[in-house]
């Protein structure tokens, strides 16, 4: 299940790849699809928008806490955009209350009746690092916080956290599911930077994923059980509303910037 490699300048099939602050963005240059082929579904990945931990430097994994001013701001900025774009069938979200505001918006905008919530969308389980600040979490739990950025993927987190081949393979498996609903048809599912990390990583099989960004649109297609990267973090839709540029980045330890 090996996805195309999008580490290029321009792509096969006129794909533009840039990089705003680190982060990968690919951009399609035929635009939105007006049709989706036969045989294809395109899942539309949404990050949640920003939260008021996600300002303050805190890590939530699987804790609550609610989008702040901005956050509100990015939820319609994305709504409204994807609003313009191919209507898609159904909207699917995260069970936590991030995610699901942010689907909520999206939904309505959409004029999709409901959003369909799917725990195993949630963020990682990232054990007693969760509610700690970044730049105290080394201090005061270094075993978990090790495991967080370590290499080894079957690692789990100290507390209770989940390893990060874990997270790939029960939130990529509640993605197969979705994919296999909706045959010729486009969904959004709305989740969390570290589901989108390991999602992406798991499709195309690279070490790293680069930055994702608070209400950033990802889109993957999945064909005959093969999933290819159409877009990544185009956040084109905020230019008026502003997004934290450190974004989230489980590949890098230097986070409290």
Request: net charge negative; glycine share 8%.
């Amino acid at each position: 299940m090996k996805g195309r490699c999008v580490h290029n300048e321009m792509c096969e099939g006129g794909q533009a790849l840039n990089k705003i602050n680190g982060a990968i963005s690919l951009t399609c240059n035929e635009g939105v699809l007006s049709q989706i082929p036969y045989g294809t579904t395109e899942i539309v990945l949404v990050r949640h928008g920003e939260t008021n931990w996600n300002a303050a430097g805190r890590i939530q994994g699987q804790l609550e806490s609610e989008l702040n001013e901005v956050g509100q701001k990015q939820a319609v900025a994305i709504a409204e955009r994807l609003a313009k774009e191919l209507k898609p069938t159904i909207v699917y979200s995260s069970d936590l209350k991030r995610a699901r505001d942010t689907a909520d918006l999206i939904a309505k905008k959409c004029f999709c009746p409901e959003v369909i919530v799917v725990p195993e969308l949630k963020e990682r389980h990232v054990g007693s690092i969760q509610g700690l600040f970044w730049n105290e979490g080394k201090e005061k739990e270094p075993e978990a916080y090790d495991a967080f950025f370590s290499p080894q993927n079957d690692l789990e987190i100290a507390g209770g956290g989940e390893s990060f081949n874990q997270l790939c393979d029960r939130s990529f498996a509640a993605l197969e599911k979705i994919a296999s609903k909706h045959n010729g048809e486009r969904v959004i599912v709305v989740t969390h930077g570290g589901v989108l990390r390991a999602i992406y990583m798991r499709i195309t099989e690279e070490s790293s994923c680069g930055k994702l960004l608070n209400a950033s649109v990802n889109v993957v297609h999945v064909s005959d059980k093969k999933w290819e990267v159409k877009s990544w973090s185009d956040v084109a839709h905020l230019s008026d509303v502003g997004f934290l540029e450190r974004g989230f980045n489980g590949d890098s330890i230097h986070l409290s910037k």
